[in-house]
């Protein structure tokens, strides 16, 4: 059987230092938080297109573009319509990563939306210290998962939570987003243990979710019992 090239890494293994966090040697050659860093201060236009994105990271794999589309709705700042434009991109993303696709690919009318510079800076600016904290955790083990065969199932589980993202339910935001950031940052580090932890918070936030439609529905049912009487 010829050897696998996983969809959610590169092959580069050359450690690189940031200049702004600390020396890096993961999988892939270089952290998240590096590679974040370095795709802002090479991007200085006032608008950043989800195709300039996807290219810039495409080499990367799945992992990074999973942490980068969950994460404004992890970080408590006030962004308009920032959460429902990287919304569609973790759809498409769960479902050619269930696939077994090994390259992300948006269509051109994705491509082509945007959003201000300076709201994707102070997101990440905001996560990045957590981020760095939480790569120093990540490390290769339970490799089943990471493998073609366990990542079309990771990209399953990740296709059903971006969906209930897209839904406008209260409080069932947060976790399914948290557990594909997770899920994404330990494809890349090829951590089959932090999958699993993304995968329960997952399980979590669907139950919450779940709670959240059955009680807006049961609210609903009584309010019409109410007024048919």
Known sequence: MPPYESAATSTTSTPVSDAAGPSTSPVNGRRTSVILREFLAGHPEPRISLGALRDALEDRGFGVLLFIFALPNLVPLNVPLLSAVLGVPLVLLGAQLAYGAHKPWFPRWLTERSFPRESFTAVVLRALPYLERI???????????????????????????????????????????????????????????????????????LIIAGAVVFGFLKAMLLLISAVSI
């Not at 199932?153 to 897209?166: M, Q």
């Not at 339910?169 to 580090?189: C, D, K, Q, R, Y």
């Open 135 to 205: 790569e120093r955790l990540l490390r290769p083990r339970l490799l089943a998962l990471t493998t073609w065969t366990g990542e079309r199932f990771v990209g399953s589980a990740v296709l059903i939570l971006a969906i209930v993202l897209t839904l406008p339910i209260v409080f069932g935001n947060w976790l399914p987003s948290f557990a594909i950031a997770i899920i994404g940052l330990a494809l890349v580090e090829k951590d089959g243990l932090a999958i699993v932890i993304g995968l329960i918070f997952g399980v979590i936030g």
